[in-house]
Structure formats: C-alpha cells, structure tokens
C-alpha cells in the first residue's frame, strides 16, 4: 500500500461509506463541483465500489482526508491526482443529522483548486 492509499484508509476509518457515498453524490451536484468528485460520482453510478476508487495501487489517483470536529461535524478534503502537473482538490465542511444521514455539504471558501 502507497502513501495516498495509507492516508485514504486513515480518512475512510474516521466516516462510514454510506457517508462518503452520500457526501460525494452531494458534492457532484454542487456548481463549484471539482472533475474529480464527478469523476468518482460517475465511477460509483457505473458499480464501482470505493475501495476500487480509491485503491489503485498507484500514487496516481484519488485523495481523501476526513476531519471530524464533533460526531455530526466533519471536515472532508478530496481530490485527484493524475500527472505530476494535473489535479484538482477541494474541502468541505460536512454535517450529519443524529442519524448519520447527510444535512448539509458546503465548500470551504478558497480550498478549490484545479491544475
């Protein structure tokens, strides 16, 4: 396992993958949507499962980080990485409602980036 993939499992143990699932179809929607994030949206509409998204075996690829400030309050930093020049990122403060269902994704003034 490569560095990325380490970092992508730490961030994963710190939210469910219903979560991430539903935090990245949300995200997709969003007019500041980074390609990455759709990218991985239309990865997960053709089947695929997080853990073919996300590990590839390659330092290429996706990244993931996973902040939690409280159990209903999360920071998620996501992006991808393709060329040593060409990738994209962005964070995200996340909340969840006491269910665990997702209540509201906001992209964090300034953290996009595209390459």
Known sequence: MNKRETE???????????????????AAQS????PSIGLIKEMLDEGQSLDQIFYTGDE??????VKRF??????ITVGGYFDPVAGDGSEWD??????G????????PGTYWIS
């Open 94 to 99: 996340v909340s969840f409602d006491s269910l």
């Open 70 to 75: 409280s159990d209903l309050r999360i920071r």
């Open 8 to 26: 992508v499992r730490q961030a994963r143990s710190r939210i469910s993958d219903a979560q991430l699932t539903e935090f990245l179809r949300a």
């Open 31 to 34: 007019e500041y949507c980074p």
């Open 60 to 65: 290429k690829g996706f990244s993931l980080s």
């Open 101 to 108: 269902q997702l209540k509201s994704a906001a992209l964090v």
